[in-house]
């Protein structure tokens, strides 16, 4: 088994599109792209996500105590792209505001979970941070975007 061929068969399973977003250590809002998320509890609320060793600003995520989680809408293909784009103008592309805890939040999305950072273990080449989630909002008329294959698809 080569990695190529482990991602195109873990490429087989369709998940949901996420943006996560938190505040770096100076202040700026940061965001990513992320599919690898999971809920892990009811009681209580926690959820996952897997953040890359790589990922720039991973201490925003890990260390700072607090993140959003934006599960997308099957119209933000574009919001996905732009977020998972190194180096791009990430808020300047979308609308948001600063939340009550003063985190990104974009204003369109399928649903968001602001979360307290609860532990983050070692996952190979990822961080698996785990949340509890603090607050939450959805709506019910969107639809969900989905990554299949390596394309996006929606529920038809």
């Known amino acids: 088994m080569d990695s190529q061929s ?3 068969t873990l490429g087989r399973f369709a998940t949901g599109i996420t943006v996560v977003t938190a505040r770096s250590a100076d202040g700026r809002p940061v ?4 599919n690898a998320f999971t809920s892990v509890s009811l009681d209580p609320p926690l959820v996952l996500v897997c953040l890359g060793d790589m990922t720039s600003d991973l201490d925003a995520y890990t260390g700072r105590g607090r993140f959003n989680v934006h599960m997308l809408r099957d119209d933000q293909a574009e919001v996905s792209a732009l977020f998972a784009t190194r180096g791009a103008d990430k808020f300047g592309g979308v609308a948001w505001h600063a939340d009550d805890d003063g ?3 974009l204003d369109a999305c399928l649903a968001r979970l602001r ?3 609860e532990a983050v273990t070692d996952g190979g080449d990822h ?3 785990i949340g509890r989630v603090e607050d939450l909002w959805h709506d019910d008329t969107a639809r969900p975007l989905i990554y299949f294959r390596g394309s996006y698809a929606t529920l038809s």
Do not use: K, Q
Not at 31 to 34: E, P, S
């Open 6 to 8: 482990f991602r195109n």
């Open 31 to 34: 965001g990513m792209t992320v």
């Open 115 to 117: 979360c307290r950072v």
């Open 103 to 105: 985190l990104p939040s």
């Open 127 to 129: 961080r698996i941070v």
